[in-house]
């Protein structure tokens, strides 16, 4: 079984209130998408990569960096499932039904090496896949609309997902096809997994896998890459 990676790129990332994409703002003289999709790159271990793009996207073509044309690219959806939806179908072309996916967030450009080999290495042979994850650190509150707290969520067994989520690519494109059917909700692959009666397994990864998500997470992530040696 071979290994392939897929990028969903195609979101606005609104948060960010950013005259660009999220995932192409600089980060250490780089873009956001070309942090995240090097960890992948020149990897003997993957077979190739595809990344999910806005329809309208103006911003790839101007990229510059050795290897760009190795990289398939597909029109991403209104939602980041729909992105993948996609990329698994220009996949289904290429790969075999248990090759390996792993889909990876354009917007996690930290991912540490080590990390990657841990779940690579522990999923292997692994008959559904999974997810790396973090154990939740903070208490947690539920807070009302009016802004005061509703209650305190026990902790215990909760974790963060991040990506890299791995999973064999016809049992994914299965899982989220029939999680499209039944019309719920999917905000990562493990989720489609679930509903599809899967149990996914969890490889704990670090908190330096973050998603940029907010203004304050780009310097963050700068400190965070110049002490990672990715
Ligand atoms: O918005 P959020 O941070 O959850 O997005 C996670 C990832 O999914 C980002 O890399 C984003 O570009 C991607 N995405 C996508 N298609 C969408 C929305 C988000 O590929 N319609």
Not at 161 to 168: E, G, K, N, S, V
Request: net charge negative.
């Amino acid at each position: 079984t071979r290994c392939w990676v897929i990028i969903p790129a195609a979101g606005t990332g609104q948060r960010m209130r950013a005259a660009l994409p999220k995932q192409y703002l600089p980060l250490l003289g780089r873009s956001v998408l070309e942090h995240s999709l090097s960890h992948f790159m020149s990897r003997q271990d993957i077979a190739g990569i595809i990344v999910a793009l806005a329809p309208d996207d103006s911003y790839w073509p101007a990229l510059e960096f050795l290897g760009k044309s190795s990289i398939r690219c597909v029109a991403g959806g209104p939602e980041r499932a729909v992105s993948v939806r996609n990329a698994l179908r220009e996949l289904a072309q290429l790969a075999a039904p248990d090759d390996w996916v792993l889909v990876h967030d354009a917007a996690r450009p930290c991912l540490r090496a080590s990390d990657l080999d841990n779940l690579l290495d522990t999923l292997h042979e692994h008959p559904i896949g999974g997810i790396l994850a973090i154990p939740v650190r903070d208490t947690l509150k539920r807070v009302s609309a009016e802004g005061v707290i509703a209650d305190t969520v026990v902790r215990e067994g909760l974790w963060l997902a991040q990506t890299p989520q791995m999973f064999r690519l016809a049992m994914l494109a299965e899982a989220l096809d029939q999680a499209f059917t039944f019309g719920h909700p999917v905000t990562d692959e493990a989720s489609a997994m679930e509903l599809a009666g899967h149990v996914p397994c969890v490889v704990e990864g670090h908190s330096d896998n973050l998603k940029i998500t907010r203004p304050e997470d780009l310097p963050l992530a700068e400190f965070l890459l110049s002490g990672l040696n990715c």
